[in-house]
């Protein structure tokens, strides 16, 4: 029972290494294409003033060269700015390796180091859980009071948010499209056409704008290159440069509808999730379900009200139940009975009382409520009252 499944924590926790390595492996890579492309320039940049040598007065020669010098000035900066952020990257990737192999150490659940090391989990689920839902205030004292910084993905979050808030309220897609254009390849990797659904969404706003030469304009520059792909939908789009913003024709009118900014800014967290390996729910979801689903009975689905049980989290169905419903039903080789009016097992310490009517309850729930009602009980179903000496024990065999 207190024996640990560490492969099984460990499959549930890749996120939590890998969303570092991502990050790191994108500004390496960024800042190796920043160096190529600069030194690119500063190279043809000389050998252009060693063409001209001779040819050029002394000032404007000097001038290019002093030009050329200030771009490696530029590009030095960069790359000190980014090597400080691989390093803390790497800081990170490894304190999050560190955290996990302490699981191999541990060779009991009881155990005072594994029940620290939980509360750790616990909190950084929570932070987890905070950010993502938007409670940066919420999250960052949590990181604060534990010291748990390392452990949190803000900077990813709060891209993500702002992102997502400049999609939904301001109708921009300027920072989204700034973020495709950082990742291009790794978005044909995966086939996203989030760009393609930002550069529909602004011709689209040029339409409502009334600005119809600007809209062809930009669907020759940023719609016509997707036309392997999405060339139905470009002549969709092509078409709706006839319909007005008022059209209830189909399906030009969902076209225009401004719900399409929640799907972007939706379609835009599920991109970027998916490529730093994030899962799409909470891990708080997840560790959550994991619990729900041994508890999950037929009876907590039910929708007489009466067959739940007060006791079992599952049957909460405002809260946690809506989590389990799409889990499966646990399997029980044993079968337990509870009590309908405290939720506690009915065993040999605790047994089964059968009312006249033929109603069950546990023997403690009923002398709680003959002390109340001066030796009476009263049926919670049928509402009927009863001398609590005419209950029987029932025997299971
Ligand atoms: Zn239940």
Redesign the pocket.
């Given at each position: 029972m207190d024996k640990i499944n560490v492969d099984y924590m460990l499959a549930i926790e890749e996120p939590f290494l890998k969303v570092p390595l991502e990050q790191l492996k994108r500004e390496a890579r960024q800042s190796q294409k920043l160096a190529e492309r600069e030194t690119q320039l500063v190279t043809s940049g000389l050998a252009d003033l060693m063409k001209k040598q001779g040819s050029l007065p002394p000032e404007e020669y000097s001038r290019t060269l002093d030009g050329l010098i200030d771009k490696l000035k530029v590009l030095k900066r960069k790359l000190e700015e980014s090597k400080q952020e691989e390093t803390l990257l790497i800081n990170r990737s490894k304190q999050r390796a560190a955290d996990l192999n302490e699981l191999s150490d541990f060779t009991s659940a009881t155990q005072p180091e594994f029940q620290r090391w939980s509360r750790t989990r616990l909190e950084r689920v929570l932070i987890d859980y905070m950010l993502r839902s938007g409670n940066v205030n919420t999250a960052k004292q949590i990181m604060e009071k534990s010291n748990l910084e390392h452990f949190a993905d803000s900077s990813l979050f709060a891209l993500v948010m702002s992102t997502e808030r400049e999609l939904r309220e301001q109708h921009s897609c300027r920072g989204a499209l700034h973020w495709c254009a950082e990742n291009r390849s790794a978005l044909r990797k995966i086939q996203s056409s989030l760009e393609f659904e930002l550069r529909l969404q602004e011709f689209i706003e040029m339409i409502r704008g009334k600005r119809n030469p600007e809209a062809i304009a930009y669907a020759k520059k940023h719609l016509i290159t997707w036309s392997d792909t999405q060339l139905p939908r470009i002549q969709r789009a092509m078409t709706l440069l006839a319909f007005s913003p008022t059209t209830t024709c189909l399906p030009y009118k969902n076209m225009f509808d401004v719900a399409r900014w929640d799907g972007l800014a939706h379609e835009f967290r599920m991109v970027i999730f998916r490529l730093y390996n994030l899962p799409s729910q909470p891990l708080l979801h997840l560790l959550l379900q994991t619990g729900l689903s041994a508890?999950?009975?037929p009876?907590?689905q039910s929708d007489d009200a009466s067959e739940?049980?007060r006791n079992?989290p599952?049957?909460q169905t405002d809260t946690l139940g809506k989590l389990a419903e799409g889990l499966p039903l646990s399997h029980h080789s044993n079968s337990n009975l509870v009590c309908r009016i405290t939720g506690e097992k009915m065993n040999e310490d605790n047994p089964p009382m059968r009312l006249p009517n033929g109603y069950v309850y546990s023997l403690s729930s009923l002398t709680e409520m003959s002390k109340k009602l001066g030796g009476m009980v009263k049926c919670p179903r049928s509402g009927e009252m009863f001398m609590l000496k005419d209950a029987k024990k029932l025997f299971i065999s």
């Open positions: 508890l999950k009975t009876a907590c739940h049980n079992c599952v049957c």
